[in-house]
Each structure stands twice: as C-alpha cells, then as structure tokens.
C-alpha cells in the first residue's frame, strides 16, 4: 500500500458541522504538498419501506447546490449515540416515523478526496407514526416513492445526491437475495 506520511498539520475553521485542516505531506516518492481535509463526523442513512413497498424520500433546499433535493432521510451520530438510536432519532425527525425493525446494510464514505465523513447505512421497516420535533427539520417534506419508481428517478437525475444514490442501489442489491 502506497501511503502518504503527515509531516504537519493545522486547523484553520472550526464550526458547528465540520472542522477544515490543512496537512502537509510527503508523498511516497519524496515531494512535499498539502492536503485540504474536511473533518465531519459519522453519519447514518436510511432506506425506510412502508408496508406498500413506498420508500420514504425527504426533499429539502441544499444551500451549496441552491436547490431543494429529493435524499433519503440522514444525520450525524451524537457522540455517545449508538448508530440504530440515531436511525430511530433522525427517521422520527425527517419522516414522522418509528422504524421497529433496524437492519444494517453497509457503509461507505461519502467524499473521502477530502472530507473524514462515513455514512452507515441502515434499512428501516415496520414503521409507525411516532414525530419527533427537531429545529432543524421544519422546512423537510416526506416524499413517498413506490420501489418501483427509483431506477428511473436516480438515472434521470430527480435523485442526485451521492448517499441517496448509493444507499438505493444498494438495498435494490440486497433486496434480489431476500
């Protein structure tokens, strides 16, 4: 494995959501250079299935892209907080519902050119009506999708954001051997 080894490293922003570091370091064949790393601590993301095959899709504005987007429901972990509480805690939140059946399917980092952030991904059913209020989570709409409809609404860009997708195609995988 080729690595590269951190001769120095500076934080320069610390906010609510993420930190910002510089590191500089020393590629394997000797040269120096920087790395502009994103610190943002684990996630969960949620494939919720109602009892008629729907997929429960939030939709909400994303200010670095300047447009609403159509996601699976997400969050970050608590410190402290076990991964299934906070599928439970953040599905109440962004949906209105309690999953009674936690399934882990994986996990994947989401953008690790520069950002520490790993998403677990969690399949949610079972689900009852249990709202849970969040400053947050105001201005989210729950969008039901029948499992049928998610191919086409990932390949014709309606879902575009890189864990929705990711986290689809994955429990469409799982779903074929179950």
Do not use: W
């Not at 922003?13 to 020393?26: N, P, S």
């Not at 907080?81 to 953040?90: A, F, G, S």
């Not at 998403?119 to 709409?141: G, V, W």
């Not at 039901?144 to 929705?164: E, G, H, M, N, W």
């Amino acid at each position: 494995m080729v690595e590269e080894k951190t001769l120095s490293s500076q934080l320069i922003y610390e906010g609510r959501a993420v930190k910002l570091r510089v590191d500089t370091v020393q590629m394997p064949g000797g040269r120096e250079t920087t790395r502009e790393i994103v610190e943002h601590g684990d996630c969960v993301a949620i494939i919720a299935i109602d009892t008629d095959d729907n997929v429960l899709l939030v939709s909400q504005f994303r200010k670095p892209v300047e447009k609403e987007l159509l996601e699976i429901p997400a969050g970050g972990i608590e410190p402290s907080e076990d991964p299934v509480d906070c599928v439970c805690r953040e599905l109440r939140e962004e949906t209105g519902y309690l999953p009674g059946k936690v399934e882990r399917l994986g996990g994947f980092y989401s953008t690790p050119g520069y950002c520490t952030e790993y998403l677990h991904l969690y399949l949610a059913t079972d689900l009852t009506p249990s709202p849970l209020q969040a400053e947050d989570t105001e201005n989210i709409r729950l969008v039901r999708v029948p499992l049928s409809q998610i191919s086409r609404l990932i390949t014709s860009d309606s879902i575009c954001d890189a864990k929705s997708i990711a986290g689809l195609f994955t429990f469409l995988e799982y779903q074929k051997g179950h």
